[in-house]
């Protein structure tokens, strides 16, 4: 029986990869984000009969699926970015959660039977987070002004904590029936917020000087998939925020790449990466079109086109809920800014802010944080309402990822907004400074060199002032390349992609260039290292 129900998982598993897989490049071919394709997908495949039931279980999304997810969006975020837009980030990882809690609280009381005002509360919680895969997957393919994505990506690598923060103590309000004090809900905020970057940062630093010790790309990485559950895990263990602590961990350890990783972890880990997270966020998107019939099976009064008409309802007040609060946001954001932090930024139009406003699309946490919610209170009684809020809360996601998911595009289109993918300015700089610094290195080397070795210094000389050339629009480098001593020139290359990594990684400390521009540049050089490497081998 025990190895009957083995493969029946691995069945289960094996046809859900192969749904993911098929769905997604449907999805590739019809141009539209693939978590909107695998949430329908899933949602009509769980209305055939005979289809196999699967629930979602809240402790595998919080404990497996969600800290790679959330390690991976981390570490590959521009902490320089990050930091110059911290003012909005907070504001809508803060305001906003705090803003729809009181909101939905609020009109819970007036829309939906047999609320209170503490199960609205519940419930705006569980809401309160966003999921901004579909969004920023629409917003780099239109070619979105940076400065909007680089928002909604700090935005959703916050507010889960906040989120489920606030879910925490909205939940102690309706099991006990007891309000936490202010002296008590401000200091528990600290100790979560304060303690959780504490406790990851002291995670990415351990990692960090393991990873020094070791020039092993198998280990490297294998030490990389770790370092979430690490983080998540301490951070559990002493009752901080897992997903605080895995976000600074990720951050810690994304901006400290560059110096601990070696050649083959950084290109081969890339690749692994990004596999793992498109399978967990494959899956976990699939899952959720899978839940109606569990969702359903919760709720047993109320008839369904009553329950279709709540979950509109509800979630129009949770869409319209962000947008009456992104404007005023974007507004104070832009005045402390100017005022406090003194950042030469241009007042956000109205267009960018409704943009903003009109991707606060939900995702599995807002769902895995409603299945998580308690059978029973206190007192023994059933939790008030709990079928009916995991009902609101399925629709709430669906409606926001298919209904904003597939009219994004035309919006932004539409309001101007799309780009055309414009060069980076930061690139093109970091690119001549590397030249730059290449020949200045060649040219002194030269000069020490034997006689023999001259011309390929002088044909290096012209590659890079070519290269240089180019990028400052003048074409009138030599063409050519004439290798005398392949060996030598080996060598020499090898000292100039040093030369031109520490370039870029100075610039990348100055604030010059971010961690994303630092990060394409890095693999370029790690490519040209890599085929050097096996051409020394054969």
């Given at each position: 029986?025990?190895?009957?129900?083995?493969?029946?998982?691995?069945?289960?598993?094996?046809?859900?990869?192969?749904?993911?897989?098929?769905?997604?490049?449907?999805?590739?071919?019809?141009?539209?984000?693939?978590?909107?394709?695998?949430?329908?997908?899933?949602?009509?495949?769980?209305?055939?009969?005979?289809?196999?039931?699967?629930?979602?279980?809240?402790?595998?999304?919080?404990?497996v699926?969600?800290?790679?997810?959330?390690?991976?969006?981390a570490?590959?975020?521009?902490?320089?970015?990050?930091?110059?837009?911290?003012?909005?980030?907070?504001?809508?990882?803060?305001?906003?959660?705090?803003?729809?809690?009181?909101?939905?609280g609020?009109?819970?009381?007036?829309?939906?039977?047999?609320?209170?005002?503490?199960?609205?509360?519940?419930?705006?919680?569980?809401?309160s987070?966003?999921?901004?895969?579909?969004?920023?997957?629409?917003?780099?393919r239109?070619?979105?002004?940076?400065?909007?994505?680089?928002?909604?990506?700090?935005?959703?690598?916050?507010?889960?904590?906040?989120?489920?923060?606030?879910?925490?103590?909205?939940?102690?309000?309706?099991?006990?029936?007891?309000?936490?004090?202010?002296?008590?809900?401000?200091?528990r905020?600290?100790?979560l917020?304060?303690?959780?970057?504490?406790?990851?940062?002291?995670?990415?630093?351990?990692i960090?000087?393991?990873?020094?010790?070791?020039?092993?790309?198998p280990?490297?990485i294998?030490?990389?998939l770790?370092?979430?559950?690490?983080?998540?895990?301490?951070?559990e263990?002493?009752?901080?925020?897992?997903?605080?602590?895995?976000v600074?961990?990720?951050?810690?350890?994304?901006?400290?790449?560059?110096?601990?990783?070696?050649?083959?972890?950084?290109?081969?880990?890339?690749?692994?990466?990004?596999t793992?997270?498109?399978?967990l966020?494959?899956?976990?998107?699939?899952?959720?079109?899978?839940?109606?019939?569990?969702?359903?099976?919760?709720?047993?009064?109320?008839?369904?086109?009553?329950?279709?008409?709540?979950?509109?309802?509800?979630?129009?007040?949770?869409?319209?809920?962000?947008?009456?609060w992104?404007?005023?946001?974007?507004i104070?954001?832009?005045?402390?800014?100017?005022r406090?932090f003194?950042?030469?930024?241009?007042r956000?139009?109205?267009?960018?802010?409704?943009i903003?406003?009109?991707?606060?699309?939900?995702?599995?946490?807002?769902?895995?944080?409603?299945?998580?919610?308690?059978?029973?209170?206190?007192?023994?009684?059933?939790?008030?309402?709990?079928?009916?809020i995991?009902?609101?809360t399925f629709?709430?996601?669906?409606?926001?990822?298919?209904?904003?998911?597939?009219?994004?595009?035309?919006?932004?289109?539409?309001?101007?907004?799309?780009?055309?993918h414009?060069?980076?300015?930061?690139?093109?700089?970091?690119?001549?400074?590397?030249?730059?610094?290449?020949?200045?290195?060649?040219?002194?080397?030269?000069?020490?060199?034997?006689?023999?070795?001259?011309?390929?210094?002088?044909?290096?000389?012209?590659?890079?002032?070519?290269?240089?050339n180019?990028l400052?629009?003048?074409?009138?480098?030599?063409?050519?390349?004439?290798?005398?001593?392949?060996?030598?020139?080996?060598?020499?290359?090898q000292?100039?992609?040093?030369?031109?990594?520490?370039t870029?990684?100075?610039?990348?400390?100055?604030?010059?260039?971010?961690?994303?521009?630092?990060?394409k540049?890095?693999?370029?050089?790690?490519?040209?290292?890599?085929?050097?490497?096996?051409?020394?081998?054969?």
């Open positions: 029986m025990h190895a009957a129900g083995i493969h029946s998982v691995e069945l289960v598993v094996l046809v859900s990869l192969v749904l993911v897989v098929a769905l997604a490049a449907l999805a590739n071919k019809l141009q539209v984000p693939y978590p909107i394709v695998l949430v329908v997908g899933g949602l009509v495949l769980s209305l055939f009969p005979h289809t196999p039931r699967i629930e979602l279980n809240p402790e595998v999304v919080f404990l699926i969600l800290p790679p997810l959330l390690f991976s969006a570490f590959a975020t521009s902490w320089r970015d990050f930091r110059y837009n911290l003012v909005s980030i907070i504001m809508l990882a803060f305001g906003l959660v705090g803003f729809t809690v009181f909101g939905v609020a009109a819970a009381r007036w829309i939906l039977p047999h609320f209170d005002w503490r199960m609205g509360l519940v419930l705006g919680a569980v809401v987070t966003t999921d901004a895969i579909a969004a920023t997957s629409i917003a780099h239109l070619g979105l002004p940076k400065r909007i994505v680089d928002v909604l990506e700090g935005e959703s690598l916050v507010n889960d904590a906040t989120g489920l923060l606030a879910l925490e103590f909205t939940i102690a309000l309706v099991v006990t029936g007891q309000t936490a004090g202010v002296a008590e809900g401000i200091g905020l600290l100790y917020v304060f303690g959780s970057i504490a406790i990851g940062l002291i995670v990415g630093r351990l960090h000087f393991l990873e020094l010790k070791i020039v092993n790309a280990i490297e294998t030490m990389s770790i370092a979430p559950y690490f983080a998540y895990l301490v951070a263990s002493a009752r901080a925020s897992g997903v605080m602590a895995t600074a961990c990720g951050l810690y350890l994304g901006h400290k790449s560059s110096l601990f990783l070696s050649t083959g972890a950084r290109l081969t880990g890339q690749a692994v990466w990004d793992l997270t498109f399978i966020n494959g899956f976990v998107f699939l899952l959720i079109g899978f839940q109606l019939p569990y969702v359903l099976s919760t709720i047993h009064t109320h008839h369904l086109p009553e329950l279709i008409l709540l979950g509109l309802l509800f979630s129009g007040v949770v869409i319209l809920l962000r947008m009456i992104t404007f005023p946001g974007a104070f954001s832009y005045f402390v800014r100017q406090f003194h950042q030469n930024e241009t956000p139009s109205s267009r960018a802010i409704f903003v406003g009109w991707t606060g699309m939900r995702g599995v946490v807002a769902l895995a944080a409603a299945i998580s919610l308690p059978r029973v209170l206190q007192n023994g009684s059933a939790f008030p309402e709990r079928g009916v995991v009902f609101l629709c709430v996601i669906f409606v926001t990822l298919v209904l904003q998911g597939l009219t994004l595009p035309p919006l932004i289109r539409a309001l101007g907004l799309a780009g055309g414009e060069s980076n300015t930061e690139e093109e700089e970091a690119r001549r400074e590397m030249d730059k610094a290449a020949l200045v290195y060649l040219e002194h080397s030269r000069e020490d060199s034997p006689e023999e070795f001259v011309p390929i210094y002088d044909e290096l000389i012209r590659q890079h002032q070519r290269r240089l180019a400052e629009g003048n074409d009138s480098a030599e063409p050519g390349f004439r290798s005398q001593d392949y060996q030598r020139w080996r060598e020499v290359l000292h100039v992609r040093a030369i031109q990594r520490a870029a990684l100075n610039l990348r400390n100055e604030n010059r260039i971010n961690d994303e521009v630092m990060r540049l890095e693999r370029e050089i790690d490519l040209v290292e890599a085929r050097f490497i096996i051409a020394g081998r054969a």
